[in-house]
């Protein structure tokens, strides 16, 4: 017993902060409709899960980045008018059906009988609000989100009477449902925002202890089927490497976690029949982003780091086969015409010397570290551990210093790391994310187009531009595979950004205690419905 409680004691001290106001924390006066929900909790039966996961974020709140968007998905807290399924397909959700005759203005209907957590119903005039909060919040920099990255619109307009939300997009918008699908644009009650957020998905927040765990409760208005349990808590850990998740699944103190991505503790439990793992194919791409507003605007050095960096090697045995290598932003296991793309930069350390030397990028003052300009090239490389990317910085890291130039990693968490992204703070930075975040790859292409690229270091390429601008409309599927292998190849050419290789998401359960603990390809979706104590 005693093990155990050590166990969740590490999990929790290595827990991240989580805000009242970012999480929808207790402390507030309860309404009655609030009773109804806390009377909930206490029905009979009492079943419980305990969850331990990654911590991205100290937040919750769509407005404040990407990842505190993903949060409340993932705890099942928010969601949005349309969702995913296990084909990467997008399906209706709080919008039950919709109509467009040019791909530009479109007319979602609002399903009938949602409701919110606390019990306010979900209207068109709610969504709207929810909507113009997200842009609102964009525009006035008030959070580091950027839902106009995939859409923007000329107008927004609800008609309660009507059922209808009529979204006008300021150009043509051929995925619009997959984009509205993305976290972001999940759908929050805003008249209770100042204080909490309070989403329409199958659990609330209850409590929050910091640096420690969050705890839910079954939102008893759900539209969407039985919610299986009364309550389930979070185990917040900045443990990335699933040391103490897999101790803590092991001893019984939890019942499922998700990402464990020390491979002999994965391999471990893919053996053991106590347990079941669920893996998904790789749709994300673990990669470092170059910062064009400062030394890495030089080509040479660039395409210097791209011969020097062995990723076979890193994949392979740095992070013990947990990512497979990789030239392209999209990955391998994906349809978009890998195999037709070409690499020069193969791994020659020698080349990426002579690619240096012929640029006069050279060690003139014998220190061992080459200048660029008359100046000593110190490369700042920021890194989070998620995902095994403090791994690979370091053995970027080592790898350049092997061809003169000197970098320091800095580890960070993610929300400081992303600040500092934002920022342009940074010569290079760790990502990993998914290629294809609204069903198609557009989206993230669109971290390299000149009108985005600011948050991703200032990448700018004209024949880029206008290939993807063409993306943006294009009808035809053939055209459209054709624009996206040319993007693809431009980046590559360009060195636009050092892959590393496709990351494969996991979760793991025991199977005397759950049942359906899947993880999604898009893993949007961590506590879902489908997740049920065994009967």
């Known amino acids: 017993?005693?093990?155990?409680?050590?166990?969740?004691?590490?999990?929790?001290?290595?827990?991240?902060?989580?805000?009242?106001?970012?999480?929808?924390?207790?402390?507030?006066?309860?309404?009655?409709?609030?009773?109804?929900?806390?009377?909930?909790?206490?029905?009979?039966?009492?079943?419980?899960?305990?969850?331990?996961?990654?911590?991205?974020?100290?937040?919750?709140?769509?407005?404040?980045?990407?990842?505190?968007?993903?949060?409340?998905?993932?705890?099942?807290?928010?969601?949005?008018?349309?969702?995913?399924?296990?084909?990467?397909?997008?399906?209706?959700?709080?919008?039950?059906?919709?109509?467009?005759?040019?791909?530009?203005?479109?007319?979602?209907?609002?399903?009938d009988g949602v409701q919110f957590s606390n019990g306010n119903r979900v209207t068109p005039t709610v969504v709207k609000e929810s909507l113009d909060r997200l842009y609102q919040a964009e525009a006035d920099k008030t959070g580091n989100s950027t839902p106009s990255q995939y859409v923007t619109f000329d107008s927004i307009e609800a008609d309660d009477a009507a059922g209808t939300v009529t979204l006008v997009c300021t150009g043509v918008t051929v995925n619009l449902p997959g984009i509205l699908a993305y976290p972001w644009y999940a759908v929050v009650d805003t008249s209770v925002i100042d204080t909490q957020v309070i989403g329409t998905g199958p659990?609330?927040?209850?409590?929050?202890?910091?640096?420690?765990?969050?705890?839910?409760?079954?939102?008893?208005?759900?539209?969407?089927?039985?919610?299986?349990?009364?309550?389930?808590?979070?185990?917040?850990?900045?443990?990335?490497?699933?040391?103490?998740?897999?101790?803590?699944?092991?001893?019984?103190?939890?019942?499922?976690?998700?990402?464990?991505?020390?491979?002999?503790?994965?391999?471990?439990?893919?053996?053991?029949?106590?347990y079941y793992v669920s893996t998904t194919a790789g749709v994300r791409l673990g990669n470092t982003y170059f910062n064009y507003h400062g030394v890495l605007e030089n080509e040479a050095l660039r395409q210097a780091i791209q011969y020097a960096v062995d990723d076979e090697t890193m994949c392979n045995v740095t992070v013990a086969g947990l990512y497979t290598a990789g030239c392209s932003v999209l990955p391998s296991s994906l349809p978009y015409g890998y195999e037709k793309l070409k690499d020069p930069f193969v791994y020659q350390v020698e080349k990426a010397k002579e690619v240096l030397d012929a640029a006069g990028i050279v060690d003139a003052d014998g220190d061992g570290f080459r200048e660029l300009h008359g100046d000593k090239i110190h490369l700042n490389y920021l890194a989070y551990s998620s995902r095994n990317l403090d791994d690979f910085a370091q053995a970027v890291a080592i790898s350049l210093e092997a061809i003169g130039i000197q970098c320091t990693v800095t580890v960070q968490d993610y929300d400081t790391a992303l600040a500092n992204q934002s920022k342009g703070n940074f010569d290079l930075i760790t990502s990993n994310a998914t290629v294809v975040p609204t069903g198609d790859p557009t989206g993230f292409l669109g971290n390299f187009y000149s009108g985005n690229s600011d948050t991703y270091g200032y990448y700018a390429n004209a024949q880029y531009d206008a290939a993807y601008e063409e993306l943006l409309t294009a009808t035809d599927k053939e055209r459209q595979q054709e624009l996206i292998l040319t993007l693809q190849q431009i980046l590559i050419d360009d060195a636009a950004t050092l892959v590393h290789g496709y990351y494969n998401s996991t979760m793991v359960s025991a199977v005397d205690r759950v049942t359906g603990a899947d993880i999604a390809p898009i893993d949007y979706y961590w506590i879902t419905t489908n997740i049920a104590p065994v009967q």
């Open 1 to 111: 017993m005693k093990d155990r409680q050590r166990i969740l004691a590490v999990i929790c001290a290595l827990g991240m902060l989580i805000s009242l106001a970012g999480c929808g924390g207790s402390g507030t006066e309860k309404n009655p409709k609030e009773e109804a929900r806390s009377a909930s909790t206490e029905e009979a039966g009492g079943k419980h899960l305990n969850f331990s996961c990654y911590q991205y974020s100290n937040s919750i709140d769509p407005i404040t980045n990407v990842n505190a968007s993903w949060c409340g998905l993932r705890y099942g807290v928010t969601e949005c008018l349309f969702r995913f399924n296990e084909k990467v397909e997008v399906e209706t959700a709080i919008c039950d059906s919709y109509e467009t005759e040019d791909f530009q203005t479109w007319i979602l209907h609002i399903r």
């Open 203 to 274: 659990y609330y927040v209850t409590n929050v202890e910091e640096n420690s765990t969050m705890d839910f409760a079954k939102n008893p208005y759900y539209w969407d089927g039985e919610v299986p349990y009364d309550t389930y808590r979070a185990f917040l850990t900045t443990d990335d490497q699933g040391s103490m998740k897999a101790m803590a699944l092991q001893s019984g103190d939890v019942d499922l976690v998700e990402n464990i991505v020390t491979a002999s503790d994965l391999e471990a439990f893919k053996e053991d029949p106590a």
